[in-house]
């Protein structure tokens, strides 16, 4: 599925290798400089060499904190010596963690905020997400065949400037989707502790403990995900079985009408939105597994989570809204304390272990932005070779300050946050998945010449990937539906306006790219 150029290094041997991590002596033999390598508290071996931020300004935090266990690579490539034998498992624990979050079931409240019905709302999530968690596993097969996290495989397709330019887009969308998630933990804390705990403090405590375990980086992430969906989906069990007497499908009939295809439309829009954003960052969690990892499995295991842990979680949401519009106490609830609420409600006759459930929800949130957190760092050192000079775990902890910051700033207006950011975050992460697959498999034929990933005299210019992203932002603007903008496309779609965007932005990105890059190969050489 997918291939690449690289240098040929001999095969690590059986006797090389143990619980699939390559031992220190081993490539102490094969290695000079023998006081740059060291073992992490995985077992696996890097080279503080091949980190270029142990070279600068932050040398002695780097040599500290390495010795601390704490991944020091940033977006240097990972050559096979130093990959681990990870369970292609861990595809499925990391995004089934990501996704099975309080905020996915938010997302699934919204399709009657459109005028859809249960049955509508129901069809949209599962046709959706069926194939949009494909393209997730794809993209993330590029981290064990490139050993690049994504936004640097970007630079292969869009050259340092376009490259550039999407880092702009992506980096306001991971920050502002850190900060929606954040407030949906923070509401349900406020629930847990009957309005003791204020929102500033939820946001505050989920930062700070997303901050502590994305400083030690790539292992401990993984560490973490394989444990949190666990009690994510005990969570969601009682939550279906004592919500369940509540739901009523009829009592949220679909709103019949030239509206309703605007609202379907809409509707689409942001669920695509919420999972088509791991697209640009799917390969960072499995950059370490090894070259010739079965990518069938690992796209089947990536399908599996995301698929998994988004439609069980927004299908509950939908169910939930159906309690809403039935019962005057689910009402009330969501209308005074948000999804918390609305959880805490249903939770109600469970008294301490209802809270002790809730709990476990809002501490949920800190697997789903560990995903944001750890990529952010990447987002920084992609966009100029002076900010790789920062390490990794520096980017970390300033990217939760920076959430943390927003959250609060926005905690008292979290649904429509988070309709503005599912639908933005669509802008930008269509254009980059039909660029990426139209540059991958029809102009590089399936391979990239990974020995010039960092080499700015063998990367494109960015002539084409530049003018992808510009017109997709002018597609964008003309077919958007937003609050502070309805673009012409979508006031012509009907009286209440589809949200078009993500589909014109793919559209004219395309429209866009393909010549152009013709044109830049053809005149250029690369």
Same mark, same amino acid.
């Given at each position: 599925?997918?291939?690449?150029?690289?240098?040929?290094?001999?095969?690590? $041997?059986?006797?090389?290798?143990?619980?699939?991590?390559?031992?220190?002596?081993?490539?102490?033999?094969?290695?000079?400089?023998?006081?740059?390598?060291?073992?992490?508290?995985?077992?696996?071996?890097?080279?503080? *060499?091949?980190?270029?931020?142990?070279?600068?300004?932050?040398?002695?935090?780097?040599?500290?904190?390495?010795? =601390?266990?704490?991944?020091?690579?940033?977006?240097?490539? #990972?050559?096979?010596?130093?990959?681990?034998?990870?369970?292609?498992?861990?595809?499925?624990?990391?995004?089934?963690?990501?996704? &099975?979050?309080?905020?996915?079931?938010?997302?699934?409240?919204?399709?009657?905020?459109?005028?859809?019905?249960?049955?509508?709302?129901?069809?949209?999530?599962?046709?959706?997400?069926?194939?949009?968690?494909?393209? #997730?596993?794809?993209?993330?097969?590029?981290?064990?065949?490139?050993?690049?996290?994504?936004?640097?495989?970007?630079? !292969?397709?869009?050259?340092?400037?376009?490259? %550039?330019?999407?880092?702009?887009?992506?980096?306001?969308?991971?920050?502002?989707?850190?900060?929606?998630?954040?407030?949906?933990?923070? &509401?349900?804390?406020?629930?847990?502790?009957?309005?003791?705990?204020?929102?500033?403090?939820?946001? &505050?405590?989920?930062?700070?403990?997303?901050?502590?375990?994305?400083?030690?980086?790539?292992?401990?992430?993984?560490? !973490?995900?394989?444990?949190?969906?666990?009690?994510?989906?005990?969570?969601?069990?009682?939550?279906?079985?004592?919500?369940?007497?509540?739901?009523?499908?009829?009592?949220?009939?679909?709103?019949?009408?030239?509206?309703?295809?605007?609202?379907?439309?809409?509707?689409?829009?942001?669920?695509?939105?919420?999972?088509?954003?791991?697209?640009?960052?799917?390969?960072?969690?499995?950059?370490?597994?090894? #070259?010739?990892?079965?990518?069938?499995?690992?796209?089947?295991?990536?399908?599996?989570?995301?698929?998994?842990?988004?439609?069980?979680?927004?299908?509950?949401?939908?169910?939930?809204?159906?309690?809403?519009?039935?019962?005057?106490? !689910?009402?009330?609830?969501?209308?005074?304390?948000?999804?918390?609420?609305?959880?805490?409600?249903?939770?109600?006759?469970?008294?301490?272990?209802?809270?002790?459930?809730?709990?476990?929800?809002?501490?949920?949130?800190?697997?789903?932005?560990? =995903?944001?957190?750890?990529?952010?760092?990447?987002?920084?050192?992609?966009?100029?070779?002076?900010?790789?000079?920062?390490? %990794?775990? #520096?980017?970390?902890?300033?990217? *939760?300050?920076?959430?943390?910051?927003?959250?609060?700033?926005?905690?008292?207006?979290?649904?429509?946050?988070?309709?503005?950011?599912?639908?933005?975050?669509?802008?930008?992460?269509?254009?980059?998945?039909?660029?990426?697959?139209?540059?991958?498999?029809?102009?590089?034929?399936?391979?990239?010449?990974?020995?010039?990933?960092?080499?700015?005299?063998?990367?494109?210019?960015?002539?084409?990937?530049?003018?992808?992203?510009?017109?997709?932002?002018?597609?964008?603007?003309? $077919?958007?539906?937003?609050?502070?903008?309805?673009?012409?496309?979508?006031?012509?779609?009907?009286?209440?306006?589809?949200?078009?965007?993500?589909?014109?932005?793919?559209?004219?990105?395309?429209?866009?790219?393909?010549?152009?890059?013709?044109?830049?190969? %053809?005149?250029?050489?690369?």
């Amino acid at each position: 599925m997918l291939s690449h150029d690289s240098e040929r290094r001999p095969p690590v $041997s059986s006797n090389q290798t143990r619980t699939g991590h390559v031992l220190l002596d081993d490539l102490e033999a094969r290695r000079s400089g023998t006081e740059t390598v060291k073992k992490t508290a995985t077992g696996l071996v890097d080279e503080l *060499s091949e980190v270029e931020a142990s070279k600068g300004w932050f040398a002695a935090f780097v040599k500290c904190s390495s010795g =601390a266990g704490t991944e020091e690579r940033g977006i240097e490539r #990972v050559k096979e010596e130093n990959r681990a034998k990870q369970s292609v498992m861990d595809g499925f624990t990391m995004w089934a963690s990501a996704n &099975l979050t309080p905020v996915t079931l938010a997302a699934g409240t919204l399709g009657p905020g459109f005028g859809l019905g249960f049955w509508d709302t129901f069809a949209v999530i599962v046709v959706v997400n069926f194939f949009i968690a494909a393209v #997730v596993g794809y993209f993330g097969c590029f981290g064990p065949a490139t050993g690049l996290r994504m936004l640097s495989v970007a630079r !292969f397709t869009f050259g340092v400037w376009g490259t %550039r330019a999407l880092l702009v887009l992506s980096t306001c969308g991971v920050m502002g989707w850190a900060s929606v998630n954040s407030i949906a933990g923070a &509401l349900i804390l406020t629930e847990l502790s009957d309005g003791r705990c204020p929102l500033w403090a939820g946001n &505050l405590i989920i930062g700070v403990c997303t901050a502590i375990i994305s400083f030690f980086g790539y292992f401990a992430i993984h560490w !973490f995900e394989r444990i949190c969906w666990v009690p994510m989906v005990v969570v969601f069990i009682f939550l279906a079985a004592y919500g369940s007497e509540h739901f009523d499908a009829a009592a949220l009939p679909a709103q019949p009408g030239p509206s309703q295809a605007a609202g379907v439309m809409s509707f689409i829009a942001v669920t695509f939105g919420f999972i088509a954003g791991w697209a640009s960052m799917a390969a960072d969690y499995h950059v370490r597994m090894p #070259v010739n990892t079965n990518k069938f499995k690992l796209t089947a295991s990536i399908w599996a989570g995301n698929f998994i842990g988004i439609v069980i979680p927004e299908l509950l949401g939908a169910a939930l809204m159906t309690a809403v519009a039935k019962d005057p106490g !689910f009402a009330d609830a969501f209308r005074d304390h948000g999804i918390g609420g609305l959880m805490g409600q249903t939770l109600q006759p469970l008294g301490g272990f209802g809270k002790f459930l809730l709990a476990l929800a809002a501490l949920s949130i800190i697997g789903c932005n560990l =995903a944001n957190n750890y990529s952010l760092a990447f987002e920084f050192q992609n966009f100029h070779p002076l900010l790789l000079k920062v390490p %990794r775990p #520096v980017y970390s902890v300033l990217g *939760s300050a920076a959430i943390i910051a927003i959250a609060i700033a926005a905690e008292n207006s979290f649904v429509e946050v988070l309709i503005s950011f599912l639908s933005v975050t669509s802008y930008y992460t269509t254009p980059f998945i039909c660029c990426v697959l139209v540059d991958f498999l029809y102009f590089r034929k399936g391979k990239y010449p990974l020995e010039s990933w960092n080499d700015t005299n063998k990367l494109p210019y960015g002539i084409a990937g530049f003018a992808a992203i510009a017109l997709a932002f002018v597609g964008a603007v003309l $077919s958007m539906n937003q609050t502070w903008l309805v673009g012409v496309i979508a006031r012509a779609s009907g009286p209440a306006g589809a949200e078009l965007g993500w589909i014109f932005s793919g559209i004219f990105s395309v429209l866009a790219y393909v010549p152009l890059r013709h044109l830049e190969l %053809r005149y250029t050489g690369r």
